[in-house]
């Protein structure tokens, strides 16, 4: 589960924010002013951090100044509701990844974080095995069990699941997925990603028609939640 930091001194938006955030499947710690902001995400450990720019005791650009003062590389995606351009120039001067100005729509947000904590370097080496519910997955040997037995996935199939469990909580488009498990640039119109979805989770869902772990975000693509 990626751990989220928010700084924000709003309170209604804090608690919109956090409850969407949690309901898409990230742990979100807050902070209402600069300075605790600033004590939190120096440390500990986050894998982003929604920062606002007029905060009280510390505004968000020397808490970002601060930041990176100190060797600390953490994503941060600054909130304000400050329009103008030099703002977002000097914000990505001092080292912020992205910048939302208020009001903004919660799905755009939402995105703009799975984009960035998709693009944050994996390990070179992904864990030689991974499990969600009965389901066992032994990436080194290419094997697949449930409770125990056996199950027989074509290489696109592991390939498909291994992408999902490797961006495990993002929003995966169908032309993203088509582009890296299949390796396909451009393609036209297809239901190649939902036939093979389809296929995948007649093998590891409980109840295929009732989707738990790979689900469909509308409009969007797919999303695992195992």
Not at 113 to 126: N, S
Not at 132 to 155: C, W
Request: aromatic residues 8%; hydrophobic residues 40%; proline residues 5%.
């Amino acid at each position: 589960m990626k751990r989220l930091l928010l700084v924000e001194d709003e309170p209604g938006l804090v608690m919109t924010l956090t409850d969407r955030l949690v309901r898409e499947g990230y742990a979100v710690e807050t902070s209402v002013d600069g300075e605790s902001g600033l004590e939190r995400a120096a440390g500990e450990a986050f894998d982003l951090v929604l920062l606002d720019v007029m905060l009280p005791r510390l505004n968000g650009f020397d808490l970002l100044r601060e930041l990176r003062r100190r060797g600390i590389e953490t994503p941060v995606i600054m909130l304000t509701a400050r329009g103008q351009v030099v703002d977002k120039v000097v914000g990505l001067k001092l080292g912020a990844d992205d910048y939302v100005t208020k009001p903004f729509e919660m799905m755009e947000l939402v995105a703009r974080i799975e984009a960035k904590l998709r693009r944050t370097p994996a390990p070179a080496h992904p864990a030689e095995g991974y499990q969600f519910d009965e389901v066992r997955i032994d990436f080194r040997r290419a094997e697949v069990t449930r409770a125990g037995a056996p199950l027989e996935l074509s290489a696109r199939e592991f390939q498909l699941l291994r992408y999902f469990i490797e961006h495990r909580g993002a929003t995966l488009t169908r032309e993203e997925l088509l582009k890296e498990v299949w390796g396909y640039n451009a393609m036209p119109s297809t239901r190649t990603v939902d036939v093979h979805v389809a296929w995948l989770r007649q093998k590891i869902e409980p109840n295929p028609r009732h989707p738990q772990f790979i689900l469909t975000i509308h409009g969007m693509g797919y999303k695992f939640a195992g």
